[in-house]
């Protein structure tokens, strides 16, 4: 399964049971949930990608701040998925 945005695609991979990210220059991060990968910067602002999960629902949310996104901070795309026996 993938989900895509502007920023790159969120990845899961089935036989080994792991989330990837690829962005758009096919830069590739095995990302678990809660993690944090810095994706470059706009203008001087690191761009942070995290993983969260909510029961068995997916986000990938793309944000300005180095902390998982709750309320606030610059979240300009989050996508959610769903993976059947993901862990």
Sequence with gaps: MVTSTRYGRLDYCRPADRWRLI???????????????TLGSLQGVPIYAVLLREG????????????????????????????????
């Design 23 to 37: 962005d758009l220059d096919g830069n590739e991060w095995p990302i678990q949930a809660g993690q944090r990968i």
């Design 56 to 87: 068995a629902a997916w986000a990938w949310a793309v944000t300005d701040t180095p902390t998982i996104p709750t309320e606030g901070g610059l979240v300009s795309m989050a996508v959610t998925a769903q993976a059947d026996g993901a862990a």
